[in-house]
């Protein structure tokens, strides 16, 4: 069952939820995109690493909460003198220096294995400024930007810092693609949270014409894998909270649907 929201479900950007559909939409990137690149091009999953501080503003995204663990308790021995017992400690999640790994699609050529395009999809760690996420995606975009490489960037994040501020209005979503023969004409999709999600263009070798990505039908194929139908609680406001006019048109849909009284 697909999601009851036309486009974006505002209901998937919750924290917990959102690493597993980042991984997820990656995934059915790639499988919606191959069978249609091949033999051309192929589609490939890569990955960059950084290290999350204690510091860093966007470690609380990262790190669990204090797990509780109760050790075993020792055993005591048979002795005539007074023993003094030590109080059970709690076993805390070491809350430093995390290592993260995040996926993105790179677009190449089969033949010479060049790099064309690459495809990011932006996670919260890359929305908060000053952030080791944030300088690690701005680092990567930097790289292809000067390069002869294509970008196609997906921001279905109403949270967070944007990486580009378009000179037009304020969006819930944006997708954005620059060309490397173009760099100075971006190409944007803005998208709000009522938007169904668009067609968008893959640019490929300037012999070839773009390749339509249909957002909507990878989002879907990641809800349904993710089982999201059983796993969220639409009764509840979504994380973080949509508007007031938003969230009168959220809750008439989800009761037009069922799925709320």
Known sequence: MPSPFPGMDP????????PGLHVALINHLQADLNPRLLPAYFADIETRVYVVRDEDPARQLLIPDVTVEKPPRPRRGRTQAAVLEIDEPVILSWAIDQEVEEAWIAIK????????????VLSPTNKIRGSAGRESFLSKRRDV??????????????????SLVPLSRPTDYWIFQSRAADRKRPRGWPVGVRD?????????????????????????????????????????PPEPPLNSDDSKWANALLRKTGLRR
């Open 145 to 162: 930007l000067s390069s002869e490489v294509h970008w196609l960037e997906i921001d279905l994040l109403r949270a967070g810092e944007r």
């Open 196 to 236: 169904r999600l668009p067609v968008v263009g893959v640019p490929l070798a300037k012999r070839d014409s773009d390749l339509p990505l249909e957002l909507r039908k990878v989002l879907d194929s990641a809800y349904d894998q993710m089982g999201y139908e059983y796993r969220i609680d639409y009764s509840a």
């Open 109 to 120: 050529e089969r033949e010479t294995n060049r790099l064309v395009t690459v495809i990011e």
């Open 11 to 18: 209901y998937l950007e919750r924290p917990s939820l959102w």
